[in-house]
C-alpha cells in the first residue's frame, strides 16, 4: 500500500515483558516521527529520525524507551521492562522531508495494553 | 513552551449547519499550524495546514481554517456539516525554530453531527 503501515495493529503484554513495535514509512520519505497517544489525548512526541539518525529523542519516557531505524526506512520502537503506564496508542508518522511544507502521514497506530 | 488549547471537548452541530471547532496556540515566531481528523481505529489523516500567505486555507472534504495572528488562533470551519464528519478533531502546531519538524498537539475535540 501508499499509507504508513504499523504492526502489530494491537499488542497485550504482561507488565515487565519487552515488547517491540514496527514501522513502515511512505517508501522515500527521509523523516520518521514516534507519537504517544494515551487515552482521551493528543499525541506527544516521542523521537524523530531523518534517514537513518536520530536526531531527537528528547520525548521518549524513560530509558526503558528505544528506537532505531537502522536503514532509513523501517523503524522499531522498543520498550523494555513494560510498565501498565506504557499503555496507550503509538503512532508513527512520515514525511517527505522535515521542511514545513511537508505535512506528517500517520500510520493506524498499535494499541498496546500492559496488563 | 509551545502549546496548543482546544477549549471544547465536543461540539455538537446538525446536519447542514455551519460547523466551528476552536483552537489557539503559543509559540515563538510565525507558527506553523495543521488540523487532523481522527476516525475510530484510524491513524490521523491531514486535512489541512497553514504556513504563510492568505489566512483562510482551504482542505480536505470541504474544511477551512482561518489563522488569525492578534488572537493567536487557528479554527477549523465547514459552511454545512455532514453526519460523516462525526470524528476527533486534532490541532496541531510546529514552531519555525524547531529543526525536527515535531508537532505539538491540542487534546482533540470530538465532533457530533446528528441528522
Known amino acids: 500500500g501508499a499509507g504508513v503501515s504499523q504492526s502489530p495493529r494491537y499488542k497485550v503484554a504482561k507488565r515487565g515483558q519487552d515488547v517491540a513495535l514496527r514501522c513502515d514509512p511512505i517508501s522515500g520519505h527521509v523523516s520518521l516521527f514516534w507519537y504517544q497517544q494515551a487515552l482521551g489525548q493528543g499525541p506527544e512526541f516521542l523521537t524523530y529520525?531523518?534517514?537513518?539518525?536520530?536526531?531527537?529523542k528528547s520525548g521518549l519516557p524513560s530509558d526503558r524507551f528505544f528506537a532505531e531505524r537502522p536503514e532509513g526506512s523501517v523503524s522499531t520502537l522498543k520498550i523494555q521492562r513494560t510498565q501498565q503506564e506504557d499503555s496507550a496508542v503509538y503512532l508513527c508518522?512520515?514525511?517527505?522531508?522535515?521542511?514545513?511544507?511537508?505535512?506528517?502521514?500517520f500510520g493506524p497506530g498499535t494499541r498496546l495494553t500492559v496488563l | 513552551a509551545q502549546s496548543v488549547a482546544q477549549p471544547e471537548d465536543q461540539v455538537n452541530v446538525a446536519e447542514g449547519n455551519p460547523l466551528t471547532v476552536k483552537c489557539t496556540y503559543s509559540v515563538s515566531g510565525n507558527p506553523y499550524l495543521f488540523w487532523y481528523v481522527q476516525y475510530p481505529n484510524r491513524g490521523l489523516q491531514f486535512l489541512l495546514k497553514y504556513i504563510t500567505g492568505d489566512n483562510l486555507v482551504n482542505g480536505s472534504y470541504g474544511f477551512e481554517a482561518e489563522f488569525n495572528k492578534s488572537q493567536t488562533s487557528f479554527h477549523l470551519k465547514k459552511p454545512s456539516a455532514l453526519v460523516s464528519d462525526s470524528a476527533l478533531y486534532f490541532c496541531?502546531?510546529?514552531?519555525?525554530?524547531?529543526?525536527?519538524?515535531?508537532?505539538?498537539f491540542g487534546q482533540g475535540t470530538t465532533l457530533q453531527v446528528k441528522p
Open positions: 508518522a512520515s514525511s517527505h522531508d522535515r521542511g514545513p511544507y511537508n505535512e506528517q502521514f
Open positions: 496541531a502546531v510546529r514552531a519555525p525554530s524547531s529543526n525536527t519538524g515535531k508537532l505539538i
Open positions: 529520525f531523518q534517514n537513518e539518525a536520530q536526531l531527537d
